[in-house]
């Protein structure tokens, strides 16, 4: 799609972000409203969005024209194929739930590493997913895998 094409039907995170406010002491702006006169310097995000614009274009631009046909593998790192996952050393549900979704997202193997506490056992079994093994037991059974935590 072209690129014009997209912004007319899109504004775009970064045109949006051009539009807000003018710049006041070299800085640029996010203007509230338009009737009052109240604005605030934009954030880091903001501006390294703005920054990095041409980039996203380039990305968006390399995706194929029908998304039916888009396949994950081209936008995945090679080495995080069936790398084990683990989250951080006190495994609570937002390690063991980053450890499960980085896995299924790249094809690897979750872990834990740490028993878990009742927060995430229960919402585990909430929604019947398996407890990750120990990273210890994974390592194992495959001591050359790649690790990602």
């Known amino acids: 799609m072209p690129r014009d094409k997209r912004l007319s039907h899109h504004a775009g995170g970064a045109s949006a972000l051009r539009l807000l406010g003018p710049e006041i002491n070299n800085r640029h702006t ?17 501006t390294a969005v703005l920054e990095r614009e041409e980039a996203a274009y380039e990305i968006v631009d390399a995706l194929p024209e ?16 069936d790398a084990v ?3 951080h050393l006190v495994t609570d549900l937002d390690s063991v739930g980053g450890a499960i979704g ?5 094809g690897g193997i979750a872990a834990r590493a740490s028993e878990i506490n009742s927060e995430t056992a229960f919402a585990l079994e909430r929604w019947g997913v398996d407890v990750p093994p120990r990273i210890e037991d994974v390592l194992e059974e495959n001591p050359n895998a790649n690790i990602c935590l």
């Open 66 to 81: 029908e998304p039916s046909v888009l396949k994950i593998d081209i936008f995945l790192p090679e080495n995080l194929k």
């Open 102 to 106: 980085a896995a299924s997202l790249y």
């Open 30 to 46: 996010v203007k509230y409203n338009e009737d009052e006169n109240i604005s605030r310097n934009r954030t880091h995000v903001e």
């Open 85 to 87: 996952f683990v989250g």
